[in-house]
């Protein structure tokens, strides 16, 4: 007798990366596939020295269950952070901490989303949310992006016409396409999340890696200036980008109502977040490191982002466009078909990998409509060399 799955599980599949990592077995093969900071970045020294401090000073706490809102000391340190940031309205009681920022978007499925709702999602947008969201039965709408996000137009166009239960961006160098929504379109989301009282979601895991001059401010700290607008927004943060994606912290800042929902359905799964990685997280914070290591990252990565496109530049030419991004982790481009070479991202992907390099192809990351022409490289883990090397054997593939 087979055994009978829920029919929610018919609305999603498995993630293409997931699936794309069991090809990268073959030797030496280089890898811009995956979503990961580089190791090597972490501050070791750093979380050993909080590790440390949590197990002389807090042990009993630490060690023991906790409430399912986050570690008290976690709470207010995440708070602090939010206000270095520009969010100065923020206290430790309007955020729940939750196990990585992807927690939160599945508290957000199942507080919010009921079967056959619209939900707005930018195209292309993060793969775990478009699948979160309809395994809890959303209707996904797809809105345009460009250079600098969301083209905001058409999404009132789309809210206007759908009416949808929530509208889900990463303003900041989004995953995949590295976009950086400008100031002013910033201020029309808000402007239209009040005008049609429409809930906005900003996931914002990338945010602290800018290279350069730092970004517009965040949604959130920007809502202060829009009246209204606080009350419809949720923002989700993360340290997995920035310190390390082991301890599994993120955070989730929202209304009183929905973070008191959240929490009730948070307890039905994980009751709450590993207290020992909250208490390191915050006697991390806690230390005043994070300045400096977020230094060293952003340094590194702008190094390795402009190798990439230099490098994509010179061994593919117009074969391929692509924004240069100004920061996060993801270079995305796509493919022309100059001069009569291949222009799907999946065929492309194919021939890289018999060249030895591997990518994401861009079409999972749509809803709707995929842009087949599409791909996504990162360049966060590979040293120049190997970006070179990688950007090189991209050109072999392209003329293969």
């Given at each position: 007798m087979?055994?009978?799955f829920a029919r929610r599980l018919d609305n999603v599949e498995t993630s293409a990366i997931r699936e794309l990592f069991k090809l990268l077995g073959k030797p030496g093969i280089i890898s811009f596939a995956g979503g990961f900071p580089d190791s090597a970045m972490f501050d070791v020294e750093g979380i050993r020295e909080a590790v440390d401090g949590v197990l002389t000073d807090e042990p009993g706490d630490a060690l023991q269950y906790g409430a399912t809102e986050g570690y008290p000391a976690l709470r207010?340190?995440?708070?602090?952070?939010?206000?270095s940031k520009g969010a100065s309205g923020v206290a430790p009681q309007d955020l729940i901490v939750t196990t990585g920022s992807q927690q939160a978007l599945d508290l957000i499925g199942k507080t919010l989303i009921d079967p056959g709702d619209k939900v707005i999602v930018e195209g292309p947008t993060f793969l775990a949310t478009i699948q979160c969201f309809r395994l809890y039965g959303a209707d996904l709408v797809s809105a345009p992006i460009d250079g600098n996000g969301v083209d905001v137009d058409r999404l009132e166009q789309l809210i206007a016409e759908h009416r949808p239960k929530l509208v889900y961006l990463i303003p900041t160098f989004g995953n995949p396409s590295g976009a950086m929504l400008s100031l002013e379109r910033r201020r029309r989301v808000l402007e239209l999340a009040v005008k049609y009282q429409t809930v906005v979601?900003?996931?914002d895991p990338y945010?602290?890696?800018y290279f350069g001059d730092a970004p517009p401010p965040s949604l959130l700290a920007l809502s202060?200036?829009?009246p209204g607008s606080r009350e419809l927004l949720v923002h989700c943060g993360s340290l997995s980008k920035v310190l390390s994606p082991g301890l599994r912290v993120g955070w989730m800042i929202a209304p009183p109502e929905l973070l008191a929902r959240a929490t009730m359905c948070k307890q039905f799964s994980d009751a709450h977040t590993s207290t020992f990685a909250q208490a390191?997280?915050?006697?991390?914070?806690?230390?005043g490191r994070m300045p400096a290591t977020l230094a060293?990252?952003?340094s590194v990565?702008?190094?390795?982002?402009?190798?990439?496109?230099?490098a994509l530049r010179a061994e593919l030419g117009d074969a391929v466009t692509f924004v240069e991004p100004r920061g996060g982790l993801f270079v995305w481009a796509r493919l022309t078909g100059a001069g009569g070479k291949v222009a799907d991202g999946k065929l492309f992907a194919q021939k890289a990998i018999e060249q030895g390099v591997a990518f994401v192809p861009g079409a999972p990351f749509y809803c709707s409509r995929p842009d087949i022409a599409t791909l996504r490289l990162s360049f966060a883990t590979a040293a120049p060399d190997k970006i070179r090397e990688g950007m090189a054997r991209l050109g072999r593939a392209l003329a293969a």
């Open positions: 087979p055994i009978p207010e340190q995440l708070a602090q952070f939010m206000a979601v900003e996931d945010g602290d890696l202060e200036q829009v390191t997280a915050a006697r991390y914070l806690k230390a060293r990252v952003r990565y702008a190094q390795r982002a402009g190798v990439m496109c230099e």
